[in-house]
């Protein structure tokens, strides 16, 4: 597990503040019509003016600089020609490098009218993230904190997925450890001071379970019900947590 110094946080920082510009500017423009590879357009020419590099293009052969998840898209939604409409959930997730540092940020919006289940999950699911970033402190362990994201989804109703998680993230996008939406308190590795994650919660509202389109990329949930995504990335020291990922 690679710490980090109070200097590369101060990156980190930077990189995280950016990707949260980033998700706004994205998040402003998708209302009903636009297609997400209009998006991903959004998207690409913001890195640019920002003098940032895109972090999701070319990762492992991925196509575009964003990932467009709409209802029963868990992640990793590739942007294409569909148009969004109104009642759609859109999880949206953009990555960057500035400075040799990565920024990496989710969240998933409305379109319009959507459903009371809908809402119920979107309120859901952030206050799910939002409590596992209250368990994210030194000398809590991992397990308290993918805890917390399961806690949270299930005394609504929902599931969190299995396979998919959150991350360390610094220079690369993805370091170690893996942060499961799930777990058990008091268990795993212990937080310690300088530990940077990218916490990531994706919850169904059905079945946990998900495939996987033909494309090879965007995930489902295997019974067809609503899915969303929140991340945020937080610096964890023994002078408290910090969420890099806002403005
Ligand atoms: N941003 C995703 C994550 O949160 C990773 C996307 S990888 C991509 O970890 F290749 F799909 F873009
Ligand atoms: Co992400
Ligand atoms: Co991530």
Redesign the pocket.
Known sequence: MELKSDKEIESLRISGRLAAELLNAVCAKAEAGITTKELDIVAAQWIKEHDARPA?LN??G?PAHI?VSINEEVV?GIPSPRKLKVGDIVGI?V?LFYNGWCG?T?RTISIGKISQTAEKLLRASESSLNKSIEKAIVNNRLGDVSNAMQRVAEENGYHVVENYGG?GIGRA??EDPHVPCLGRAGTGMRLNSGLVL?L?VMVNVGCREVSHKPDG?TVLTADGSLSAHF?HMVAIRSTGTEVLTII
């Open positions: 999701f990762y492992k991925y990932c990793h997730d990555g990496d989710a991350h996008m993805h990218a990531e990329w991340e």
